[in-house]
């Protein structure tokens, strides 16, 4: 499902997730650079059980999934210098602020010029106003918000994001859908669970949807129309 000759950051083959016991059907695809692959379907069908199987948090039920070339490693620093996940966990410590998030997230990954990087970043995504705020005092959108800044703050090759228009006004969620296109004119990788078929149509290059007998491509424009019917 790729245009380009660039070799897959992930290639998964009759992949079957789940804990212990596989929740929907083997998945098949390849996602190249300068791709945005979008996973679809209804609640409870195993998108995000994929998309945590692909970041190595959860082991294959069967088949397989390779990310950079090898079974994908959490625990491996090449692994995660190449990727950036938000699935939506709020993961914080908490007696750092927003802006300190922010630039933890551009030291740890070596970014240059980090003060600049999280200042666009905290604007970017309306945290400008929280920035000395610490994670218990902002509400649940603002946190999905820094979870995102994060994501995007540091180095990458491969971005995996799960549901990230949850708790988004309309007006993230198009700044959103932006950024996902910047992502792959720049050579990048996106994997995606969503539910948005505004992000999914305006974004994705490729969409599977998923459920638990059946797995099938569609084309972007007709899998924004089936989340809609969803």
């Known amino acids: 499902m790729s245009e380009t000759t660039s070799r897959p950051l992930v290639r998964a083959t009759a992949l079957e997730v789940g804990y212990g016991v596989a929740v929907c059907a083997p998945v098949t695809f390849c996602l190249a ?3 945005v692959l979008a996973v679809v379907g209804v609640n409870g069908t ?3 059980t994929l998309l945590r199987t692909v970041v190595g948090q959860l082991e294959p039920v069967r088949g ?3 990310v950079l070339g090898e079974p994908p490693d959490d625990r491996n620093a090449g692994f995660r210098a190449a990727v950036a996940v938000d699935l939506g966990d709020d993961a914080f410590f908490p007696a750092l602020t927003v802006r300190e998030h922010l630039l933890m997230t551009c030291y740890g990954h070596g970014v240059a010029d980090a003060a600049r990087v999280s200042t ?4 970017e995504f309306g945290l400008t106003e929280r920035a000395e705020a610490l994670p218990a005092a902002l509400s649940s959108g603002q946190r999905r918000r820094l979870l995102l800044a994060a994501a995007f703050a ?4 491969l971005l995996v994001l799960d549901e990230p228009e949850q708790r988004l006004d309309a007006g993230m969620r198009a700044r959103l859908t932006r950024r996902l296109v910047d992502e792959r004119r720049h050579g990048r990788a996106v994997l995606i669970a969503s539910h948005d078929p505004a992000v999914v149509a305006g974004a994705a290059t490729a969409v599977l949807l998923i459920d638990e007998d059946d797995v099938r491509p569609l084309a972007p424009a007709a899998a924004a129309a089936a989340i809609e019917s969803m």
């Not at 666009?120 to 604007?123: H, K």
């Not at 540091?154 to 090759?157: A, K, N, V, W, Y």
């Open 46 to 48: 195993g998108k995000s």
């Open 64 to 66: 397989r999934v390779d």
């Open 154 to 157: 540091r180095p990458r090759e």
């Open 120 to 123: 666009d970043l905290l604007e």
């Open 33 to 35: 650079a300068g791709e």
